[in-house]
């Protein structure tokens, strides 16, 4: 049987969910191993060990791991694969940074952003934003595969995979962490909120889009998202912009205000199960895939909306 | 300080792909074609570097067709300095790429190679750090700030929970995301300017790389078309529906 190494993401406290979904399509190529690289990671490793599906976990604990530093994490990756098949990591932001450097080490054409496993060496993929689906079988000894959490289930917490620790292969001495300014929010996060409330450009300025989106945010137990439009005016952070070249979400309700459906937008969120727009203009692009359509100005309409929930 | 930055024609942001009815590909026949977007950024914080003394040139090269002259002129006319195209007719997989960049690299010992973090046709998002293993330098992925302090390198990252900032050491390999900077419109002297500039015409066999695919494409199709919708006539009739649906 196969043997999978797939990466832990994690934020050196907590296993972030993206990996739960790597997990169950690593699950597909064969017997599954986490690597959690880190520094103070045992609780991290604890919590993979507990993932459905998982065999084993590797634990390389070293200062040199903390920040996921790609010069350092890569070297330890490249001795591993010795004894794997492929190297599967969720296409996070840590994922998409270390895999193609792993990839280039081990001479392995790079599948990213896997939706579905067609067969031991076939996947299909997104390109071109989602507008097309291409089918794609790799010819290399070894994969190396990022993958699309939307695409793939979570896998639960039934495991109790034992937990080994392994060498380091220490500081390359190329990179440090100087800082980090993480956003703090009481929300759900974005990539797994059951529902994520959206807003784009046409909410003005920061304090408008705080006003307006964030009370309806709170009553529904949504996350919030933004168009790049909507980050670029600074109305939001970085981390919640939602599209091909920010995040990508499939919740069960996504509320799109203002936003006008931009090709680029809709590649990350189309996958949602029911998707709500409020836009006033009636010929934005939103409403051709919105399940639910509401033309209307979104100043009135979603302070009432709040309102009668 | 020498700067490389790596360049790729694509479909125009603008343009709505169409996937070919024999499931071969996406149809760029007559389509606009741009220079990639992220790329644009980075060549325009290339510029941005040697109009404050901390960059003496500015190296453009694309792996590409003939027709990738466009885009190459196009960052001439930005203000970059020569180009490099390294031709080729058949398309080459991002490990290709940078193997091609990696000798190029070698050859040139650019203090700071810019790219974009991804092209917005493969949407692969490999090339730059390939290139960094290659090279066995650090890389700054998804920057949205960039400061070059000496011999170091100060990128600020958009990742998932954030920013993140990383100091690397130079030779350094950064790609860039939207919020790095605005680039400009070349102007017309720009324009001008940029035919006379130097621009070599390469192979990839010129750098000694093969660029045989390791993965073949079986089909592109199309992705599953949502059903149409319905249209509520206010805010009650959607308070109605999204009860019906549980999410109030
Ligand atoms: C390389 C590249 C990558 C990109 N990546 C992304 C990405 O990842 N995510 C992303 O979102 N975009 C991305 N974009 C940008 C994308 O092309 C669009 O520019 C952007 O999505 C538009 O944002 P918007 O819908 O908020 O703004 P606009 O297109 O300006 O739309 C604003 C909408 O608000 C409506 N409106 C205005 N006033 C009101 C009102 N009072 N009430 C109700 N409705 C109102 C208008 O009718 C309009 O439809 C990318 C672009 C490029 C080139």
């Known amino acids: 049987m196969a043997q999978i190494l797939v990466w832990a993401d994690h934020d050196g406290a907590v296993l972030k969910d993206a990996t739960r979904n790597a997990v169950t399509a690593a699950a597909q190529l064969g017997a599954v191993h986490v690597l959690v690289a880190g520094s103070g990671v045992a609780g991290v490793a604890q919590a993979a060990a507990m993932i459905s599906g998982v065999a084993k976990v590797l634990v390389a604990d070293d200062a040199a791991y903390a920040h996921g530093l790609a010069e350092n994490v890569a070297p330890l990756i490249l001795g591993l694969m010795a004894d794997h098949d492929a190297f599967v990591a969720p296409a996070t932001t840590t994922g998409k940074n270390i895999a193609p450097r792993v990839a280039a080490l081990l001479d392995v054409a790079q599948i990213s952003e896997i939706l579905s496993v067609e067969g031991p060496k076939r996947f299909t993929r997104p390109i071109y934003a989602g507008n097309a689906i291409a089918t794609v079988e790799s010819s290399d000894a070894k994969l190396v595969i990022t993958v699309r959490g939307t695409a793939f289930a979570k896998a639960g917490d039934a495991g109790s995979a034992q937990i080994e620790t392994i060498g380091t292969t220490g500081d390359r001495g190329q990179s440090s962490f100087i800082g980090a300014e993480v956003a703090t929010s009481e929300r759900p996060e974005l990539t797994s909120a059951r529902v994520v409330v959206s807003g784009g450009r046409a909410l003005k300025d920061a304090p408008t889009f705080e006003q307006v989106l964030f009370p309806l945010a709170d009553r529904l137990g949504a996350a919030v998202g933004a168009s790049r439009a909507a980050v670029d005016a600074g109305y939001a952070p970085n981390d919640c912009q939602v599209g091909q070249t920010g995040k990508i979400v499939a919740p069960e309700v996504y509320i799109a205000v203002g936003i006008s459906g931009a090709i680029q937008h809709l590649a990350g969120m189309k996958d949602s199960k029911i998707i709500v727009a409020i836009n006033k203009d009636e010929e934005a692009p939103i409403f051709q895939i919105a399940d639910i359509a509401l033309v209307a100005d979104l100043f009135e309409a979603v302070p009432a909306l709040t309102a009668s929930l | ?248």
Not at chain 2, 21 to 39: E, H, I, Q, T
């Open chain 2, 1 to 248: 300080m020498k700067i490389m930055v790596p360049v790729k024609r694509v479909l125009d942001y603008n343009v709505k792909p169409r996937v070919k009815a024999d499931g071969s590909g996406v149809d760029l026949a007559n389509a606009k074609m741009s220079l990639n977007p992220f790329d644009e950024i980075a060549v325009e914080e290339a510029v941005r570097l040697k109009e404050q003394g901390i960059a003496s040139e500015v190296l453009v090269v694309s792996v590409g067709q003939a027709k990738a002259q466009d885009v190459l002129r196009t960052a001439l006319a930005m203000g970059a300095d020569r180009a490099i195209l390294v031709q080729c007719d058949t398309e080459v997989e991002p490990l290709a790429i940078a193997k091609i960049l990696q000798v190029i690299a070698d050859d040139e010992a650019p203090g700071l190679i810019l790219l974009g973090k991804q092209a917005i046709d493969d949407d692969s998002n490999q090339v730059g750090q390939m290139l960094a293993a290659l090279l066995g330098r650090p890389q700054g992925t998804f920057a949205s700030k960039l400061v070059v302090e000496g011999d170091h390198v100060l990128v600020t990252r958009e990742v998932d929970g954030g920013l993140e900032t990383l100091r690397l050491s130079l030779p350094a390999i950064v790609t860039t995301d939207l919020r790095l900077n605005e680039p400009r419109y070349a102007s017309l002297p720009g324009i001008m300017k940029a035919k006379s500039k130097p621009l070599a015409t390469k192979t990839p066999a010129d750098y000694g790389v093969d660029v045989t695919p390791r993965l073949t494409t079986l089909k592109v199709s199309e992705p599953a078309v949502r059903g149409a919708g319905i249209r509520v006539a206010d805010v009650a009739g959607l308070v109605v529906k999204l009860r019906e649906l549980g999410v109030a």
